[in-house]
């Protein structure tokens, strides 16, 4: 009983965080910025925009406006002559709204497994402001410590037929859920950008 009350309070506190406004300020900027790095980004557009669905919990409903206003208010004209479309989407409803990125607030695995799959219908970006949501199949968050990088999983890019440009993958950190593969690309990544600067 002991330890289920544990689990119980460990798992309330993790869904239960505080979302950081200056982290929601990067994300911001990011959000349709990683998207257009996407080299077939334009055959995925909505009438020529691109669809934003940011996914809460009724807890962070705050957050999720806090977001749409943010992002509304860095791109008011848009991005590269496209304009964006900005939804709030409570989780239980993502499954009716399609879109070219879906932004995750944090909540339990079953909800972020269905917005993963809901993203794969209509080869969608994963965006999630927990990095540690990469475990279950998102593609792109980030991590804040001395630098800004973003964390991508390039096994869930490509399950989502997205193909980012080298630029992207060279300023960021690769995902992987095995430390033995993550190590070599991050040695594979310091051996491009060595063989680059000579």
């Known amino acids: 009983m002991k330890y289920l009350f544990l689990l119980f309070i460990f798992t309330t506190s993790l869904f239960s965080l505080s979302i950081n406004e200056s982290l929601l300020k990067i994300h911001a900027i990011l959000i349709p910025k990683i998207y257009l790095m996407d080299y077939e980004f334009k055959q995925k557009l909505y009438n020529n925009s691109v669809l934003i669905n940011l996914v809460y919990d009724k807890k962070s409903y705050k957050d999720a406006l806090s977001l749409k206003n943010k992002i509304s208010a860095k791109y008011k004209n848009g991005i590269k002559k496209h304009s964006l479309k900005i939804t709030?989407?409570?989780?239980?409803?993502?499954?009716?709204?399609?879109?070219?990125?879906?932004?995750?607030?944090?909540?339990n695995p079953k909800n972020i497994k269905k917005v993963i799959k809901k993203a794969q219908s209509n080869q969608?970006?994963?965006?999630?402001?927990?990095?540690?949501?990469?475990?279950?199949g998102v593609m792109v968050s980030v991590k804040v410590g001395n630098k800004i990088k973003p964390?991508?999983?390039?096994n869930a890019t490509k399950s989502n037929k997205i193909t980012f440009?080298?630029?992207?993958?060279?300023?960021s950190n690769v995902y992987s859920d095995n430390k033995e593969s993550r190590d070599k690309l991050n040695i594979i990544k310091i051996l491009n950008s060595n063989i680059s600067v000579v």
Do not use: G
Request: glycine share 0%; charged share 15%.
């Open 88 to 107: 709030l989407v409570p989780y239980s409803e993502v499954q009716n709204h399609d879109a070219n990125i879906y932004y995750l607030f944090p909540s």
């Open 124 to 136: 969608a970006l994963t965006f999630s402001y927990l990095w540690k949501d990469l475990e279950h």
């Open 151 to 154: 964390i991508i999983n390039l």
């Open 165 to 171: 440009r080298p630029v992207l993958l060279d300023i």
